[in-house]
């Protein structure tokens, strides 16, 4: 919390540590909006600063020294995050951004008049991969998986923590060490500022930062020779057809998918594409309740895929 904590103007941040310390320990999000109450999530509750009988309200003003802080007094070193509508900061937290999108010749060229913020807390939870990791390995190798699960259910910290576990290895359980090469789009699962992640994956995982899934999965092929590639929120052709040429070169794909159920991802064309051509060996999903996760085996029969609860 503490990088998180700076780049918040003094008003808020004092209110917010005056949080109960086990309630900081959980937040998720922080929601700040002009002429609104701030919001401070945690997976249970939302929590009102100081409180809903009396909130306080983040003003325009605040909304200007917050952007200052965050481009630490110069916006125009932010111009390539302002496109993508968000700003990852040290530690790997992600503030989100809204207002005044500004377009030029038809793309968006940056938002100005930030009138919203969202404030992800980056978390490393190490070892919450480990109940997956026998059902994920078969004869000596990682199979292909698919994570599915909706949004706030875990899938990127159980990416990142797959992809720490593949590059250490596990000698406990003979699954050695293996390069593994992550695609982050959004700079989600290693949290990169500069390039450099700012989560612990151990000394054999390179990273694409604010690549293209497409693009980066072939990037990383033609580059760094990985093992192992990761890759989160598939969904476009191009992610499914990248998917299926990495697959065919040899590499093991861990990927990510928003859905509540495998029978929900396989009303989109290219994940059931992806599914009804046995890609993926292993799905993962996740319960947006417990955020456990049951692991499912695809197999082939008669020539149309079944679904075995390993």
Not at 184 to 199: F, L, M, T
Not at 267 to 275: C, D, M, N
Request: aromatic letters at 4%.
């Amino acid at each position: 919390m503490k990088e998180i904590l700076h780049v918040l103007p003094e008003n808020v941040r004092a209110l917010t540590l005056k949080l109960p310390k086990d309630i900081l320990n959980e937040v998720e999000e922080i929601r700040l909006r002009v002429n609104r109450p701030v919001e401070v999530r945690t997976y249970k509750r939302t929590y009102v600063l100081p409180n809903e009988a009396a909130p306080f309200v983040f003003s325009e003003k605040e909304s200007i020294l917050m952007m200052s802080l965050l481009s630490k007094h110069s916006v125009y070193r932010l111009e390539e995050e302002l496109k993508r509508g968000y700003i990852t900061i040290t530690g790997g937290h992600r503030v989100g951004l809204a207002g005044r999108v500004v377009m030029e010749k038809g793309e968006v060229k940056g938002i100005r008049d930030i009138s919203s913020f969202n404030i992800r807390v980056a978390k490393q939870k190490k070892g919450v991969s480990k109940p997956f990791l026998k059902q994920l390995h078969q004869g000596g190798n990682w199979c292909h998986t698919l994570i599915i699960g909706p949004p706030k259910t875990g899938k990127t910290t159980l990416l990142r923590d797959l992809a720490r576990e593949m590059s250490l290895g596990v000698k406990t359980e003979n699954m050695p060490s293996k390069n593994v090469g992550i695609i982050d789009e959004r700079s989600e699962i290693a949290g990169s500022v500069k390039g450099v992640p700012q989560h612990d994956f151990g000394v054999k995982v390179d990273i694409l930062d604010s690549c293209p899934k497409a693009e980066g999965l072939m990037m990383m092929i033609r580059s760094m020779s990985p093992e192992v590639l990761v890759v989160d929120e598939i969904g476009r052709k191009e992610d499914g057809e990248a998917i299926m040429e990495a697959v065919h070169a040899g590499v093991t794909i861990f990927a990510s998918v928003h859905g509540s159920s495998l029978e929900d991802v396989k009303a989109r064309p290219t994940i059931a594409s992806l599914i009804d051509q046995s890609f993926f060996q292993r799905v993962i999903e996740l319960n947006p309740h417990t955020r456990q996760g049951i692991v499912r085996r695809l197999e082939w029969k008669r020539r149309n895929p079944g679904v075995v609860k390993v």
